[in-house]
T-cell receptor, first 114, second 110 residues
Framework: EPEVTQTPSHQVTQMGQEVILRCVPI?????FYWYRQILGQKVEFLVS????????KSEIFDDQFSVERPDGSNFTLKIRSTKLEDSAMYFC????????????FGDGTRLSIL | SQQGEEDPQALSIQEGENATMNCSYK?????LQWYRQNSGRGLVHLIL?????REKHSGRLRVTLDTSKKSSSLLITASRAADTASYFC??????????FGTGTRLQVFP
């Protein structure tokens, strides 16, 4: 069965540095998402992306964050000038039709900011 | 808020027993989804029930939806140790995003 894959599985970065988290969604999916989960807390929506543009974003997704689909297969989340509180699991998800249809999640990237 | 709230927060049962988790929400919905998250892993979609459906089955899973009470339940029958995970509901509106609550942590003892 096709999977959403995320790399790296664990990223350790110094505070203030930029980090790029990578995702390969399922190949025929058109809607892409990023979520994050701070340790012990809820899974929180960050952003949704369709047709090469952001369709919705949360209050968390401020100017520090950006997303890009640089080619036909990758979907990336860039975090500029990282802060300690950015430490979390970041999950990528995708689906074919958007609109509250089931989303397929990757296993996440654990981001640790030192 | 679109968020669902799961209840109980934690549930411990023996293998073979049934597990029931509940979800309450506050807004009108188009559908409601249930997801599972094993420790340290991504979420896995379990089942979607539409607002015009009252009950749906998938293997050992049974989901009910009562839109008048704005509530849903997830029943796992004949539980197994491998069912140990956190379970989340996600009420669906006219938006692509999923909003999760704090979930129910299910522990199934062998």
């Amino acid at each position: 069965e096709p999977e959403v894959t995320q790399t790296p599985s664990h990223q350790v970065t110094q505070m203030g540095q930029e980090v790029i988290l990578r995702c390969v969604p399922i190949s025929n999916h058109l809607y892409f998402y990023w979520y994050r989960q701070i340790l012990g807390q809820k899974v929180e929506f960050l952003v949704s992306f369709y047709n090469n543009e952001i369709s919705e974003k949360s209050e968390i997704f401020d100017d520090q964050f950006s997303v890009e689909r640089p080619d036909g297969s990758n979907f990336t989340l860039k975090i500029r000038s990282t802060k300690l509180e950015d430490s979390a699991m970041y999950f990528c998800a995708s689906n074919q039709d958007g609109g509250n249809q089931p989303q397929h999640f990757g296993d996440g990237t654990r981001l640790s900011i030192l | 808020s679109q968020q669902g709230e799961e209840d109980p927060q934690a549930l411990s049962i023996q293998e073979g027993e049934n597990a029931t988790m509940n979800c309450s929400y506050k807004t009108s919905i188009n559908n409601l989804q249930w997801y599972r998250q094993n420790s340290g892993r991504g979420l896995v979609h379990l089942i979607l029930i539409r607002s015009n459906e009252r009950e749906k089955h998938s293997g050992r899973l049974r989901v009910t939806l009562d839109t008048s009470k704005k509530s849903s339940s997830l029943l796992i029958t004949a539980s197994r140790a491998a069912d140990t995970a956190s379970y989340f509901c996600a009420p669906g509106l006219n938006t692509d995003k999923l909003i999760f609550g704090t979930g129910t942590r299910l522990q199934v003892f062998p």
